[in-house]
């Protein structure tokens, strides 16, 4: 079939065309007989360009044109002419002019799709997922994987220009330990052993450090097993970096000025750096959260020392137990009803709270069920502690102090959304948390585990807690968060053998598993490792948040279902017995 090819795309077409003749290949998205004259709106993925076929111009064209339906592909030749006066549309950027049609070539017929393929549509996720070659092709769709194209470039670009290298490391691997399931793919030479998917670089970008590449980037997919939602996929791509010779300032300030990039190219905003910090347990104890939104206010107050003589028994049993009294002033939310106020303590108790105390702020009083077991003096601390005045709602938590505080944090989002914070909130966040806890306790285990990976450093002045305290050990590790959304994450790493040692005996990981599982880098830390730290961008998240979506799906071309399904090349599919035969695999009815 012959067709020429295009002059313009369907998006590039002004009034300095007017009088050119042109050519477009594209779709039909629309399609109107207006009494004979037929007008046919042209989409690719540059924009629209409406097309006009009429019976006294090019009967033949016309009569063509009759046949198109919805997605037909077609190919036009044709003149740019100003549209007459009135039927202008401002609306596209092509809506000066139209192209009356001289040469209608059909290039391939199109059944009527099972959505229209416009943005503001009302179908389900899973259709959208089944035909997702039609879904990509609404502009919405094409507008973020264009934006994710752009933040490619931006990123490439910019760690370049500081003298990174970009270098390729391998998706069959050794399976290691890091926090989630592997993907494991069987070796069909090497009867009985397999190779896993990367969960992240980690051991590469460390090894390479160890080989001299002191700046080092990638692009790259990373897999894990685990349980999906709206920022979660088994496969998903990172923005990996590692730095020889660094230290945590060298490491926030590549991070930094990466997002100084993007803040500009994408929003236009000029960021301002450096980014503030919290500490993991500030951020704990204000926000109740390791990534808190701080778009708006309703910062957590801790009252153990308001409290620290109460008689009130659940106050005083908490205190004795080293918990913590956290509190929150939701502004103007005085006038709560008693179902209102039940409603948020059914919320809190779903969470595991043991309960909610409230307390409503009057003129001269604070009325609350438990304000009988409560002295005058605690009311009024309470109150300035709070900063609270009349007509202010005080919801209290008390019990074991992270477990605490994280349900505060979320009850936090959830008086934000009630309050309406986040409406017409056009405002952005960033903020990096620092000093995490190098371990987190499993009490059904009864083990220390990782809270980042096994290669984090310690800080140098808490090693010697290694033996004595693990739990208040501190970690050279960051989060950078935007939003609420941890966005990135990493850390100075262990280069030394013998430290590396003594991390694995608090995680309990034997000098056996040890060397099974990790001795070829415990052996290239020997030969001279540099001092060494990095970062890890979650890409699909920080897509998904400059493109202004709430999940990860719509800015990945082909993704999973929740429930880890491709709805439209129905993976994961069963293999015949022949291929399992050749890798040694019987599967278990």
């Known amino acids: 079939m012959e067709f020429k090819k295009r ?20 779709w039909v998205a629309t399609r109107r007989d207006l009494g004979g004259v037929i007008f046919i709106e042209l989409r690719d993925r540059y924009g629209i360009t409406q097309v006009v076929f009429e019976p ?15 997605e037909y592909v077609i190919s036009i030749e044709g003149l740019v002419r100003k549209r007459p006066e009135g039927t202008e549309n401002p609306a596209l950027e092509t809506g000066m002019i139209d192209v009356m049609v001289d040469k209608l070539v059909i290039l391939n017929s199109a059944e009527t799709p099972p959505f229209q393929i416009e943005d503001d549509i009302d179908v389900s996720e899973d259709i959208r997922l089944k035909y997702r070659y039609l879904d990509l092709r609404r502009p919405v769709m094409q507008k973020s994987l264009l934006l994710r194209h752009k933040m490619y470039q931006i990123t490439r670009k910019y760690f370049d220009s500081n003298n990174f290298v970009e270098i390729e490391t391998p998706f069959l691997m050794k399976s290691t330990p890091e926090g989630a399931r592997d993907f494991l793919v069987p070796s069909r030479l090497h009867k009985g052993k397999f190779y896993a998917l990367p969960q992240s ?66 929003w236009g905003i ?3 750096t450096p980014i503030p910090r ?53 502004e103007g939310c005085g006038e709560y009803t008693r179902n209102q106020l039940d409603g948020l303590t059914d919320y809190a108790k779903k969470l595991g709270a043991g309960g909610l105390i409230w307390m409503r702020v009057k003129d001269n009083e604070l009325e609350a069920p438990i304000a009988k077991f409560l002295s005058d003096e605690e009311k009024s601390n309470l109150v300035s502690k709070m900063e609270a005045k009349p007509g202010d709602l005080l919801l209290l938590l ?31 966040a960033l903020l990096w948390v620092t000093d995490f806890p190098l371990f987190e306790w499993d009490d059904e285990t009864k083990r220390y585990y990782a809270m980042h990976h096994p290669f984090t450093s310690p800080r140098i002045e808490d090693i010697p807690l290694m033996d004595t305290d693990p739990s208040r050990v501190k970690a050279r ?71 202004g979506k709430s999940s990860i799906r719509d800015v990945i071309a082909f993704p999973k279902t929740s429930s880890g399904i491709s709805l439209m090349d129905d993976a994961p599919s069963f293999v015949d017995d022949a291929q399992l035969t050749e890798l040694h695999i019987r599967v278990r009815k």
């Open 7 to 26: 002059t313009h795309t369907c998006g590039e077409l002004r009034e300095s065309n007017i009088g050119e003749r042109v050519v477009l290949n594209g």
């Open 56 to 70: 006294g111009y090019n009967p033949e064209a016309h009569e063509i044109a009759k046949k198109l339906r919805s």
């Open 201 to 266: 670089p980690q051991t590469y970008k460390q090894i390479l450090m160890v080989s001299g590449y002191d700046r080092y980037f990638q692009i790259v997919r990373c897999f894990r097993d685990e349980d999906l939602r709206a920022d979660r996929q088994y496969e998903f791509t990172q923005i990996d970096v590692e730095m020889s010779f660094a230290d945590v300032e060298d490491v926030l300030g590549i991070a930094e000025g990466l997002m100084k990039e993007f803040f500009k190219d994408i």
């Open 270 to 272: 000029e960021l301002s």
């Open 278 to 330: 919290l500490t993991f347990d500030e951020a704990m104890e204000k926000y109740g959260s390791d990534k808190p939104d701080l778009r708006f206010g309703l910062e957590m107050v801790t009252l153990n020392e308001v409290f620290k003589n109460s008689e009130f028994r659940v106050f005083k049993e908490s205190i004795q137990k080293e918990g913590i009294i956290t509190g929150l002033k939701a």
């Open 398 to 428: 008390t019990g074991p102090r992270l477990k605490t505080l994280s349900i505060m944090g979320t009850l936090r989002l959830e008086m934000a959304r009630r309050m309406n914070l986040l409406e017409k909130n056009d405002k952005h």
């Open 477 to 547: 590790a960051y989060d950078l968060v935007l939003d609420g959304n941890e966005i990135a994450g990493g850390s100075i790493r262990i280069h030394s053998s013998e430290l590396q040692a003594k991390m694995f005996k608090t995680l309990g990981i034997s000098d056996e598993e040890a060397r099974e599982k990790f001795g070829f880098l415990m052996n290239a830390f020997k030969y001279g490792a540099p001092p060494h730290g990095g970062i890890a961008f979650g890409f699909d998240r920080l897509v998904m948040l400059f493109a």
